[in-house]
């Protein structure tokens, strides 16, 4: 089956930084790659997705790239701000009605005002 | 008019007992999943249903028995609580997999 993995575990960055998270998967037939935000006692939210037809995706603040012959994508946070502290979560998924999104481990990102 | 509710918010119980949370979606969505956060964080999926049916069925004890009444619901009953089972449950919903899932707010478990 899939395997996410995702790095770093942690990442701690001064207010206006930028982050970089990274995840690699390890089935080729894979094709949507969500991410996901988890603020402190909250329901995990999805903040971008990129699909594998595209490289990169930009939405403000937030950009995903994909490389899939490496199989692996990044998420970019540009001029980080303290609200955007949270864990954050990638998922991999063949996209077909028989599959489900495999989730890497989370990353706990803290942005130091 | 929230999109995927689940209840209860909180579950606090002793070992032994037999629980069941409930999950509701209304945006039309076919796919409904269960995902256990354990206290690392991790996402870990139990059970997928498509349309009322099971398709993913994660090596999970047969403690944990899933039913969908109809592609807008889907419970989850415990039988014999254990210690182990304490965690947050996460009910979603999503379009295939080939979308986002939309979470429901979650249903912290301690089992005592």
């Known amino acids: 089956g899939e395997n996410v993995e995702q790095h770093p575990s942690t990442l701690s960055v001064q207010e206006g930084d930028s982050a970089v998270i990274k995840c690699t998967y390890s089935?080729?037939?894979?094709?949507?790659f969500p991410w996901y935000k988890q603020e402190l006692g909250k329901r995990p939210q999805l903040i971008i997705d990129i699909r594998s037809n595209v490289g990169e995706k930009k939405d403000q603040r937030i950009a995903v790239t994909l490389n899939k012959t490496a199989k692996h994508f990044s998420l970019h946070i540009t001029e980080t701000q303290p609200e955007d502290s949270a864990v954050y979560f990638c998922?991999?998924?063949?996209?077909?009605?028989?599959?489900?999104?495999?989730f890497g481990d989370g990353t706990t990102l803290t942005v130091k005002p | 008019d929230t999109a995927v509710s689940q209840t209860p918010k909180y579950l606090v119980t002793q070992m032994g007992n037999d629980k069941s949370i409930k999950c509701e979606q209304n945006?039309?969505?076919?796919?409904m999943y269960w995902y256990k956060q354990d206290s690392k964080k991790f996402l870990k999926i139990m059970f997928s249903?498509?349309?009322?049916?099971?398709?993913i069925n994660e090596t999970v004890p047969n403690r944990f028995s899933p039913k969908s009444p109809d592609k807008a619901h889907l419970n989850l009953h415990i039988n014999s609580l254990e210690l182990g089972d304490s965690a947050v449950y996460f009910c979603?919903?999503?379009?295939?997999?080939?979308?986002?899932?939309?979470f429901g707010s979650g249903t912290r478990l301690t089992v005592v």
């Open positions: 249903y498509n349309n009322k049916e099971l398709i």
């Open positions: 979603a919903s999503s379009q295939g997999t080939a979308y986002g899932y939309t």
């Open positions: 089935d080729s037939a894979s094709n949507y």
């Open positions: 945006l039309g969505h076919d796919t």
């Open positions: 998922a991999a998924s063949k996209g077909t009605n028989a599959g489900k999104s495999t």
